[in-house]
């Protein structure tokens, strides 16, 4: 007994094309990819960071007391005393951008904290199994660090200009003081992250980032000219890319001579390879 034909199966309501173009209605339109999502990705995670401030805006303020106190101590004092060349200026106007300059590295250097606490909450392991590409993820949060960074700087500059500090109020100024901040600040965290990336826990993260804050403040130009340094220091100083964004920061808000060309170009390289670094390292942190 031969067996019942088959019945004929439907064609799909996918495969259907027609002039009309009813059809596209159940077709879904196809996913953008490659560098054309990228700097969406990369602003939609900037904006889920800097939601976070929403919930904790009391970190601002506190951290504003910090680089007010190095301003009305430490900055009055060596202003009275005259210790350091300064090149004529006075040594609080001097000291105001290596303030800002510190206030943003310290909020970025401890930055790998928070992504070592998404991967132990799980909210890391979510975004790597998105199409979102891992220096995406790096790069938005590097440059959110940066915003927070800058709205620190924007509470220094106002500490600075009540206390007298001479700065510069021209907007293409004050534009290059804000690009200067968010790629420093973005080195920075990424240097933390990828910190993060290879010792794997917050005690030792945070152990790490206070070993290295210091050295690479007081390695710098913020407090003292580097020509009054000794020789190795020198060196460390100009190995130092929180050197390039002082004297980018100083040339702008102040005036005095600086080299903004090699600052900036120094302070995007060292964005760059952070990124590069961090997201690297982003798949050993999540394991």
Known sequence: MSAAPAAPQPASADAR??????DLLLVPPRA???WRVLPARVGALCAVELQKLRHDRAELYTRAVQPALWLLIFGETFTRIKAIPTGGIPYIDYLA???IA???MFIAIFYGIMIIWERDSGILTKLLVTPTPRSALITGKAFAAG???LIQAVVVIVIAAVLGVALTWNPLRLLGVALAVVLGSAFFS???????GIVLTRDRL???GQAITMPLFFGSNALYPVSIMPGWLQAVSRANPLSYQVDALRGLLLGTPCHLALDYAVLLLAAALGILAASSLLGRLAR
Do not use: D, F, N, Y
């Open 102 to 104: 510190q206030s943003a």
């Open 206 to 208: 945070m152990g790490i």
């Open 17 to 22: 094309t027609g002039p009309g173009g009813h």
């Open 190 to 196: 990424c240097l933390s992250m990828t910190i993060a």
């Open 147 to 149: 915003v927070k960074a």
């Open 32 to 34: 953008r990819t490659g």
């Open 97 to 99: 951008p290596g303030i």
